[in-house]
């Protein structure tokens, strides 16, 4: 990804931000690493740190705007509208150009290049789409079975939510105690056919589709992570329901759980426990390794990503109103990931620990985290997209993996 734009640095930088004017690039004073502003309209953002936001080919962005869904070239910047109107975004598929959306009370596919758009299906009633399969043959979704209270999520065709509630912990407390039934199902993206798959009074939430395997489907029992067993997976069918981190330990959370590019790990945020000690956590699917990467409290990120050979991790950082109380926390993080030699017993059903090198890449103390920045590695792994308020209102941003010269 090249950007061609001036340099603002130093003294120019700090006048800029108090000026209140976003610039277009910069090099972060406290860090070394060039960052720039991908987007124009103030409050577009980039999707949620687990939603695919690049397209097939690798080359564009898809991010939301007030007017829609808009397309990012990444070699030269140049925007486009993909999608006007109230929309909300699903993610861009992994075989085709096609970016999907629910809008009003169905769910459609328009194609990034040409804008051909098609209706692929209604809604089930009280219901949202939220993912699509490596092959963009299924999407998989889930509805409740009566009104639910109010939580902080978005109502099916309506724009996504990107600043989190004030009273969020009381809402999920008390949505996780209704227990109302829930449906999880599925949507044939060729015939539109909607086949319910799983039925629970568990609170179903985060569905993401393995990026590799078609058929598997991880989820998560939604609500206060120290009450939940949260990360699962199951088969497009509906079979093979299967618990990915069992706790041990009183107050153990886990979560905000996400795909490696190639399918084969599922990561997520552990806490062992709670706000104390820090772990990214992997756990592969086809072999059931577990490797835990130990991070320190200001190194812990509301969300991470991974790269797509898996070698770099990026973290988001956090204010000191979070979980992990973070005392100098915000900033975007790059993590080099260290695996510990075992020097003593093989034991598969061991962990395989590690420790997660941190190197600062932006100074987010300018930044209100009640917008979270959801950070994701470009397809060529140069650059860290993020959402920020820094300046205000919410724009989206890149940071150079690689330092400036």
């Avoid at 169905?106 to 009280?126: H, L, Q, Y």
């Avoid at 962990?351 to 932006?362: A, D, F, Q, T």
């Avoid at 920045?373 to 989206?396: E, I, L």
Wanted: aromatic share 10%; hydrophobic share 35%; net charge negative.
């Amino acid at each position: 990804m090249r950007f061609y734009s001036t340099v603002l640095c130093g003294v120019a930088f700090v006048a800029v931000l108090a000026a209140q004017t976003p610039p277009k690039t910069w090099i972060d004073p406290d860090t070394g690493h060039r960052v720039v502003r991908l987007t124009d309209e103030p409050g577009s953002a980039s999707l949620y740190f687990n939603q695919n936001g690049y397209t097939a080919d690798g080359k564009e962005l898809i991010y939301t705007t007030p007017n829609g869904i808009s397309v990012l070239n990444l070699a030269t910047h140049a925007t486009r509208a993909a999608v006007t109107g109230s929309v909300r975004v699903i993610v861009t598929g992994r075989k085709t150009q096609n970016v999907y959306y629910t809008k009003g009370d169905a769910v459609f596919s328009t194609d990034a290049d040409t804008g051909v758009t098609r209706e692929i299906a209604k809604v089930p009633a009280r219901g949202s789409v939220v993912t699509v399969n490596a092959d963009e043959t299924l999407m998989a979704g889930t509805y409740t079975e009566r009104d639910a209270p109010a939580v902080n999520v978005t109502a099916p065709g309506q724009p996504q939510q990107l600043v989190q509630a004030p009273n969020k912990g009381q809402m999920m407390e008390e949505r996780l105690a209704a227990h109302i039934p829930m449906g999880m199902f599925t949507i044939n993206v060729k015939t539109g056919e909607v086949k319910i798959i799983h039925k629970s009074t568990d609170w179903l939430n985060h569905l993401e589709f393995s990026p590799a395997d078609p058929t598997l489907l991880m989820f998560c029992h939604e609500g206060p992570w120290h009450k939940v067993d949260r990360i699962w997976t199951i088969r497009a069918d509906g079979s093979h329901i299967t618990q990915i981190h069992t706790r041990t330990m009183a107050m153990e959370i886990f979560g905000h759980e996400f795909w490696s590019p190639d399918g084969t790990t599922i990561w997520y945020d552990l806490q062992t426990p709670r706000g104390e000690v820090f772990w990214l956590a992997g756990y592969n699917v086809e072999t059931k390794a577990r490797t835990w990467y130990h991070l320190e409290r200001d190194e812990w990120s509301i969300h991470f990503n991974v790269t797509k050979d898996g070698t770099l991790f990026c973290g988001d950082g956090g204010d000191p109103g979070q979980v992990a109380r973070a005392k100098d926390g915000e900033w975007i993080y790059l993590f080099r990931p260290e695996l510990i030699p075992n020097r003593g017993i093989e034991e598969k059903s061991f962990v395989n620990p590690g420790v997660l090198h941190s190197e600062r890449l932006v100074n987010m103390s300018k930044h209100q985290y009640k917008l979270e920045p959801n950070v994701s590695f470009t397809p060529d792994q140069k650059w860290v997209v993020f959402r920020s308020n820094m300046f205000g209102p919410t724009y989206v941003f890149a940071v150079e993996v690689a330092k400036a010269q």
